[in-house]
């Protein structure tokens, strides 16, 4: 069983950045791709993918909302995934999950098992 924990979300301006980091705990982190998805509470629209990072942090898919304005990151020493979000845009506006999957960068949310509370971002105009 994995735990996750996110944190760094908040407030923030548009055109500032944001930094998201996730926790793992109860796993062998090296053996799961990560990823960050997010999602408008009260929204038809399904979680969104952020970005998904390889086991190894090499590879990484990024969704079209934030390609261009995000990096994502992997230590895998300290069982940690970062996010760096800049120019943020009102429409960044979400609840932010870090997730986890024993599948090969797998971009479909049905595909990752473990997933965090979120963490809230809201981005003001």
């Known amino acids: 069983q994995v735990q996750l924990e996110e944190s760094g979300g908040g407030l923030a301006q548009a055109g500032s950045s944001l930094r998201l980091s996730c926790v793992a705990s109860?796993?062998?982190?090296?053996?799961?791709?990560m990823a960050w998805f997010r999602h408008v509470p009260g929204a038809v629209r399904d979680r969104e993918l952020v970005v998904a990072i390889s086991r190894n942090g090499i590879y990484k898919s990024y969704g079209d909302s934030v390609r261009g304005r995000s990096t994502a990151s992997r230590d895998n020493a300290k069982n940690t995934v970062h996010l760096q979000m800049s120019r943020l845009k009102p429409e960044d506006t979400a609840v932010y999950y870090c997730?986890?999957?024993?599948?090969?960068?797998?971009?479909?949310?049905?595909?990752?098992?473990?997933w965090g509370q979120g963490t809230r971002v809201t981005v003001s105009s």
């Open positions: 997730a986890a999957s024993q599948k090969s960068l797998s971009i479909k949310a049905e595909d990752y098992v473990y």
């Open positions: 109860g796993g062998t982190f090296s053996n799961y791709t």
